[in-house]
């Protein structure tokens, strides 16, 4: 929980598609941080994390890039947060795994350091921690004082979060949560008042790490959870992953021609939802960007 005398500080990685493609979750994710007094330094030198797929060609070429974003938050001498699933099960992998290296396989340490100087970068320390902003949020900030600074609660609005599969299964270990079952998100939901909605697809990917080759079936995927999270009666999907906002809003409409089926459920990026009850306005969190109309959330809260 959040001392009165401490001051949250991180080293920021927002990743590519909220820097992009989805230009009002990286703003979403300032507007929120900035009501709640929490720093960001933006690791402006980062590189992308890859989404995975550089391991396909070398687990060396992931390991490499992603120890220089870390060793970036290492000069700071900061934990590196994201508020993406994605780049969080990368980089969290990875930062996990040349931990581990440093003990069982200190060669391959200077392996990737080796390259690292070549470039003239830092070298990995294993200093560090990467975070996700929602379990900084609950660990660091507390819900409690979430809580305090609500000024409209989200009575009424039913939320079904969506994890997807990154977060909470791309690491070995997962302190903050359990992998299967996990809670915080619906935790969060209860703190600002919305209510939370479980259905199947919640812990499930997103169908985005199939999209560039078997595009049908990415699209099914997603529409299959988008219809369970609609029949247990959500009035909408909150996900704490930009590529899972991607295929679930971006691509909806797209979804629902493959599917045949109207779908039309708005979904939120978690800052987005928090700031809403903080006071931030929905011009400010960018929601009238969304592909699938947010309004209806709005009316629901009585804006």
Do not use: M, W
């Given at each position: 929980m959040l001392s009165q005398t401490l001051k949250l500080k991180y080293a920021y990685f927002p990743g590519c598609v909220a820097q992009g493609a989805c230009?009002?979750?990286?703003?979403?994710?300032?507007?929120?941080?900035?009501?709640?007094?929490?720093?960001?330094?933006?690791?402006?030198?980062?590189?992308?994390?890859?989404s995975g797929t550089f391991k396909e060609d070398s687990q060396l070429l992931e390991d490499t890039v992603n120890a220089r974003n870390i060793a970036l938050a290492e000069e700071l001498n900061l934990p590196l947060l994201t508020h993406c699933s994605t780049c969080q099960g990368v980089i969290g992998h990875v930062n996990e795994h040349l931990k581990e290296c440093k003990t069982s396989d200190p060669k391959y340490i200077e392996q990737v350091n080796g390259l690292l100087h070549k470039e003239g970068c830092?070298?990995?320390?294993?200093?560090?921690?990467v975070k996700h902003l929602l379990y900084a949020l609950v660990t660091d900030y507390g819900l409690e004082e979430i809580t305090k600074r609500v000024t409209r609660k989200l009575t009424g609005?039913?939320?079904?979060?969506?994890?997807?599969?990154?977060l909470l299964r791309a690491q070995k270990s997962m302190p903050y949560d359990d992998p299967f079952q996990p809670e915080a998100m619906e935790n969060m939901f209860r703190a600002v008042g919305a209510t939370p909605i479980y259905y199947r697809?919640?812990?499930?990917c997103c169908g985005w790490p199939l999209a560039s080759y078997a595009t049908t079936q990415s699209f099914k995927m997603a529409g299959m959870h988008i219809q369970d999270a609609l029949t247990s009666g959500a009035d909408?999907?909150?996900?704490?992953?930009?590529?899972?906002?991607?295929?679930?809003?971006?691509?909806?409409?797209?979804?629902?021609?493959?599917?045949?089926q109207k779908l039309g459920l708005p979904v939120l990026h978690?800052?987005?939802?928090i700031a809403l009850a903080l006071g931030v306005s929905p011009k400010e969190l960018g929601l009238e960007r969304?592909?699938?109309s947010t309004k209806p959330v709005l009316e629901k809260l009585g804006f």
């Open positions: 230009r009002e979750l990286y703003q979403s994710t300032q507007a929120l941080t900035q009501a709640l007094g929490i720093e960001l330094v933006e690791l402006k030198k980062a590189a992308c994390c890859g830092s070298p990995y320390r294993g200093s560090t921690d609005l039913k939320c079904a979060a969506f994890y997807g599969c990154y697809g919640r812990t499930q909408c999907i909150v996900t704490p992953c930009p590529l899972c906002h991607l295929n679930l809003d971006s691509r909806q409409p797209e979804v629902e021609k493959v599917i045949e978690l800052p987005q939802l969304h592909v699938v």
